[in-house]
């Protein structure tokens, strides 16, 4: 851990930084205070890295200090941005940076799955309601934003408790943290040989594209035969990385065939196969939440609707009752 | 068991990068999420700032998945972005519905809800 008293004289001056950036009342002190908190958040950041050097590491990725800086800083600018249209812009430079982030762990599905759902879906219907829910501006209100957007509740309170919060977290996540483990390539092996279609797969490709060491189309990956003649598992030796390959499907001939070198799980192959083994019963519940979700918003607007065409039935027959009534 | 970046050539990833760092940068989305819930007043920014929150575990999340080499965070990550897509699919509804009861997008105009 960076020592203690910068982390915490940082996180106090990030505190002011955040305080002066809240919108106010009056006078508005945007970019000082941006400009103060961005200054407390690097300068932690570049004493984790000049402790991560110390230590004896090499210089850490110059690209996590970039996404890591740019998610913060956009995070800020969420919260204090006066228009909110520019709030739910801003969320998207954070959700962008925290993608690269994930890159950067080597979660690349988590980190397109996160432009898709969030940057594609979620933001543009945040961007919708907020367009669709504005009051209409009058003439005094088209300069200014109505007042409980510009004027923040409590900042100095949230402020500081926050804050206070982030000291409390951060101290105690730095007990006792080493670095980031290099994944072990047996472990992978370990999964592999759990996904015999994967293997046999990839041994189909390499036929295909004429390498060294693939199956023909006429051979398949052979199993196991049981004492009462049906079939077993496949026979695949971790250890080793080889497979045990039917020459012919009637059976007969057998042989023994590696795994090619370089086969390996990537990241989303991993993520899938571990919600479907391991998380089975979750993602059904996934599901419900979606549909209960979707059914709920519509019973909400629908209802809504309902009254409105109420309302202008009322209406119409009122106009109809006044004209009857004049004639 | 995580194929790496460092198998598709870039080796030096992950140099230097403890877990530390990125639950730092987790904990300080994680609270500035919660002071722009607390103290914005725009009811769609409270609900964009929990959005936040729900980023910065994600980030969280992620870096002990990669920490103990495991799916299992990640797959957690998908719930969170389920319960996330659920939040704003229902809270902006009921947002445009306040919305149209009382032209004001203000949160303390509710406060009457306090009983």
């Known amino acids: ?327 | 068991m995580i194929a790496t970046l460092a198998q598709a050539g870039f080796p030096e990833a992950m140099s230097g990068l403890t877990l530390y760092h990125y639950l730092f940068i987790s904990a300080v989305m994680f609270v500035l999420g919660l002071i722009g819930f607390v103290t914005r007043r725009n009811l769609i920014v409270m609900f964009l700032c929990t959005e936040m929150m729900f980023q910065a575990s994600g980030i969280a999340l992620v870096a002990f998945s990669r920490f103990y080499l495991e799916y299992t965070g990640q797959v957690f990550v998908i719930f969170v972005l389920t319960v996330a897509a659920a939040e704003a699919a229902m809270a902006l509804a009921l947002v445009v519905l306040l919305f149209r009861r009382n032209e004001s997008l203000d949160g303390s105009v509710w406060s009457l809800l306090k009983g």
């Open chain 1, 1 to 327: 851990m960076i020592s203690p008293i910068i982390l915490y004289a940082m996180i106090a001056l990030g505190a002011v930084g955040v305080l002066l950036a809240l919108p106010r009342a009056k006078a508005s002190f945007a970019l000082p205070g941006f400009l103060i908190g961005a200054t407390a958040g690097g300068i932690v950041i570049a004493a984790l890295g000049s402790k991560a050097l110390a230590d004896g590491g090499n210089l850490p990725n110059m690209y996590f200090y970039v996404f890591g800086f740019v998610a913060l800083a956009a995070a800020l600018r969420v919260v204090t941005h006066p228009k909110p249209v520019y709030s739910a812009l801003y969320f998207i430079l954070t959700i962008l940076a925290t993608c690269g982030l994930f890159l950067i762990l080597s979660a690349e599905f988590m980190a397109f799955a996160l432009v898709i759902i969030y940057a594609g879906a979620i933001l543009i219907t945040y961007l919708f309601v907020i367009m669709l829910a504005t009051q209409a501006p009058t003439e005094e209100m088209v300069e200014n934003q109505p007042a409980f957007d510009r004027v923040a509740r409590e900042p100095v309170l949230a402020t500081v408790s926050g804050f206070l919060m982030l000291a409390v977290l951060s101290t105690l996540l730095a007990q006792g943290v080493p670095t980031l483990k290099t994944p072990p390539a047996p472990e992978s092996d370990a999964l592999l040989a759990e996904l015999p279609l994967r293997i046999e797969r990839s041994l189909r490709e390499r036929n295909t594209l004429g390498e060294e060491g693939g199956i023909l189309p006429t051979e398949s990956l052979a199993r196991e035969v049981m004492q009462d003649g049906s079939a077993g598992q496949y026979i695949i030796d971790v250890a080793n990385r080889t497979v045990t390959v039917q020459v012919d499907a009637e059976g007969g001939a057998r042989r023994v065939v590696s795994w090619p070198e370089d086969l390996a799980l990537t990241n989303t192959e991993g993520v899938g196969y571990e919600l479907i083994k391991a998380h089975p019963g979750a993602i059904e519940i996934a599901g419900v939440i979606l549909l209960m979700a979707m059914l709920g918003a519509v019973v909400l607007a629908r209802k809504q609707m309902q009254i409105d065409e109420d309302a202008k039935r009322a209406q119409a027959q009122g106009l109809a009752g006044g004209e009857g009534a004049a004639s």
